[in-house]
């Protein structure tokens, strides 16, 4: 409970400023400061809803779209990939989605390059507006004072209603011209009566009109209509018209495309937005023109395909005819020649080469407008071809083995079949490609339609909230983490006595004089904290005035080897509880039967005397004056055995009275009259009253504040007093908090009690 002081000389340790600190000290500061750092988390827990809450809302709507593969019109294609394909369709696709061919003609059609934007009122508007404050409910929470505050920061009447756009309100425009030099810039569209309003930039009026119908001027570029406004007399509404390519690249940003399943072909596609009801028709749009220009592509490829067919019909046509005829009249010359079985078989093996080259002739005029020559699929085509004509010359090479009259009738006759055999295929193309191009439907459908989801999905205000809160409580940590990483201060009795300073007591923090101070209107005077009321009087069980009693039984033994019984208490700086300590200590002395005199020596800003609900002056300042005796300078405090002096009228030269005589004399007197004198000075850094007062008192005791003065201040505050001829006897460890009290024994007060 009371540390003793050490009689074995001062520790063989070099003096530290900073103890080590360990995870027990680190968890103990915490729980100390947990209050603070609960209030710091609780303020940002409120900024962090009031943030999230004033934020817009976002809200998304979401789509299926299905995206299959193409497939070759002419199915010889297919057989002549080879490897993968030069693109995949479907990310080409994806890609076309989010082009500015598709964004840009949904911004035409919508005109979504008119923003409308409404004025909040600052700081709270967009909050209030968030949780539904109508402005009929704002009227009647903002009467008086608070709504001409209201209104003389924005610039209005009270009884107009004022520029803000609140819940409920809102402003649909149809169409939004303006003059190119005005593209981009703020106008302002104020509500007027009946459904009128005027369109204002800068200040000056551009158009002015009705809900409903089209006004314009000509002269200035400007054309707007108004489709819908739903808002009180004088709210305004800012309005601009961006760049084209702007709200294409605004639309592209708020578009997402995420794929479902793998390989699947399926996509969702999610527009964000303010606008829930906009949103859902922006991505209609979307997936509208989308689809739309898919199936006008593969209606364009049937279109070329089929204008082609019809151009090499009629050539195929007359080429037919021409070999009939010629097959013909060559068999009315020879009087009907037939062929031999040797050489129909040859004719059929040339007819199904000529057969498969013209279809690839075919399918080289397709792949001449997708690709190059030097494509993968373009390659394989040629390579096909060339075994072909190797295989012609050989079948070629045979019929010139046959007589001249089967080679003739042969090569009649294959010209004749082939011709028919392209014509016909050709016939069955075509008639192919008209139902292609009647029923084109696309590789594109559209699985869903553009549906809003449940609620917003920014902000998240519980998770902002609670990462507020978090974040809040985090740098309180912090804070007292690094706080105790760079403190300076004075933390175990182990510091004081490296320095020279035995410990004679060390004094718990008094949570009864914190209430005690409270509930007596603790207050400033002169910059000094002051209290009302002796804590040894009020709360007598306290740990700390125990601890009091402890320092008391030290000093009685102490003091056996001092000259004279006068104990000067001071401190290297204010705020230490060198007061505190003086006066409480007085009156366990005098509980214990000891007749003391407690002499308030700080003439400068002493406020002793508020502890004993007495006045101030008529004190020391006035008895070394000879200006009143010692009998009216020396007061009963109401304490038996305790009697005290206050530090009276605040004079000029302080210092100078201390030195005089009178003062000498007061204090022989008391050790004669007294079985204590204690002295309670002014701090020794501030002035030299102690090391005047020291001189004239056998024992000094230093008074040190746990967490606030640190030992090299204490070093230099012994030294400048031992210059001075006073010796030091020891220390008192002042107001150490409740947790570092275990180590020291002062839990188990509380056990006991």
């Excluded at 008391?670 to 102690?690: E, G, K, N, R, S």
Aim: net charge negative; hydrophobic share 40%; proline share 4%.
């Amino acid at each position: 409970m009371t540390v003793f002081p050490s009689h074995h000389g001062l520790s063989s340790e070099p003096p530290r400023d900073t103890p080590d600190i360990s995870l027990v000290k680190l968890v103990s500061t915490l729980l100390e400061h947990k209050w603070k750092i609960l209030f710091i988390g609780a303020l940002f827990l409120l900024g962090g809803y009031f943030y999230a809450s004033s934020q817009p809302r976002i809200y998304q709507a979401d789509t299926l779209i299905q995206i299959e593969g193409q497939k070759s019109t002419l199915g010889l294609l297919e057989t002549l990939a080879v490897g993968e394909q030069a693109g995949n369709p479907t990310t080409a696709e994806l890609e076309i989605l989010q082009s500015r061919m598709v964004m840009g003609e949904t911004v035409d059609r919508l005109d979504l390059a008119i923003q409308i934007e409404p004025r909040r009122m600052p700081m709270v508007g967009d909050f209030l507006v968030n949780h539904g404050f109508t402005r009929e409910q704002v009227d009647r929470l903002t009467p008086g004072v608070l709504g001409s505050w209201l209104g003389r920061i924005g610039g209005w009447e009270q009884d107009e209603g004022g520029p803000f756009v609140w819940a409920g309100e809102s402003l649909r425009v149809s169409r939004f011209d303006v003059p190119p030099h005005a593209e981009g810039r703020t106008h302002v569209l104020r509500v007027a009566d009946e459904g009128q309003y005027s369109l204002t930039r800068d200040g000056a009026t551009v158009l002015a009109g009705r809900v409903g119908e089209t006004v314009q001027d000509e002269a200035s570029g400007y054309r707007l209509f108004v489709s819908q406004l739903e808002a009180h007399a004088g709210a305004e509404f800012e309005m601009r018209r961006v760049a084209h390519l702007d709200a294409i690249a605004q639309l592209q940003r708020r578009l997402t495309i995420e794929p479902r399943g793998k390989d699947s072909g399926v996509y969702q596609v999610m527009l964000s937005g303010q606008d829930r009801e906009q949103i859902v028709r922006v991505l209609d749009t979307i997936t509208g023109v989308f689809l739309s220009q898919n199936v006008q592509r593969q209606s364009e490829e049937a279109e070329k395909q089929l204008a082609f067919l019809e151009e090499q019909i009629p050539q195929v046509n007359v080429e037919l005819t021409g070999a009939e005829n010629a097959l013909n009249d060559y068999r009315a010359q020879r009087d009907s020649v037939d062929l031999t079985f040797e050489t129909q078989n040859l004719l059929g093996s040339l007819v199904a080469v000529d057969n498969q080259l013209s279809e690839l002739a075919l399918a080289e005029a397709e792949l001449a407008e997708r690709f190059r020559p030097t494509h993968p699929n373009y390659q394989a085509l040629l390579r096909k071809r060339s075994q072909l004509q190797a295989e012609k010359l050989q079948l070629e090479a045979n019929v010139n083995d046959l007589p001249e009259t089967q080679q003739e009738v042969l090569r009649l006759t294959r010209d004749t079949q082939v011709n028919q055999q392209i014509y016909v295929q050709l016939l069955n193309k075509r008639q192919e490609m008209r139902l292609v191009k009647a029923g084109t439907v696309g590789n594109v459908r559209i699985l869903d339609t553009a549906v809003l989801q449940r609620g917003s999905i920014a902000p998240r205000v519980g998770l902002l909230t609670a990462g507020s809160a978090l974040l809040g409580m985090l740098l309180a940590i912090v804070g007292v983490m690094l706080r105790l990483a760079f403190s300076r201060a004075v933390e175990t009795p182990e510091q004081l006595e490296a320095i020279g300073l035995p410990v004679y007591a060390i004094v718990p923090v008094s949570s009864g004089q914190n209430k005690l101070s409270h509930y007596l209107r603790r207050r400033r005077k002169d910059g000094v904290h002051v209290f009302r009321g002796l804590l040894a009087i009020t709360d007598p069980e306290e740990p700390t005035v125990e601890a009091l009693r402890g320092l008391r039984t030290s000093l009685y033994f102490a003091m056996l080897e001092s000259s004279d019984n006068r104990l000067m208490i001071t401190g290297s700086s204010p705020e230490a509880g060198k007061s505190f300590i003086a006066a409480n200590l007085a009156v366990v002395c005098a509980q214990a039967g000891q007749r003391v005199l407690l002499v308030d020596a700080d003439m400068r800003k002493g406020h002793l005397h508020h502890a004993f609900h007495q006045a101030g002056k008529g004190g020391l300042s006035e008895l070394i004056s000879n200006r009143i005796g010692v009998d009216e300078a020396v007061r009963a405090s109401g304490i038996e055995h305790l009697d005290f002096i206050s530090r009276g009228i605040v004079p000029p030269n302080p210092s100078e009275l201390l030195m005089q005589k009178p003062f000498h004399d007061l204090l022989d007197w008391a050790a004669q009259h007294y079985d204590l004198v204690i002295l309670d000075t002014p701090p020794v850094m501030a002035v030299t009253d102690a090391a005047i007062v020291g001189k004239h008192a056998g024992s000094c005791l230093m008074v040190a504040r746990y967490g606030v003065n640190s030992p090299k201040e204490l070093e230099i505050t012994k030294r400048r007093l031992e210059h001075a001829g006073v010796r030091v006897k020891g220390a008192v460890l002042n107001a150490v908090a409740y947790s570092t009290n275990r180590q020291y024994g002062y839990y188990n007060v509380y056990a006991y009690r």
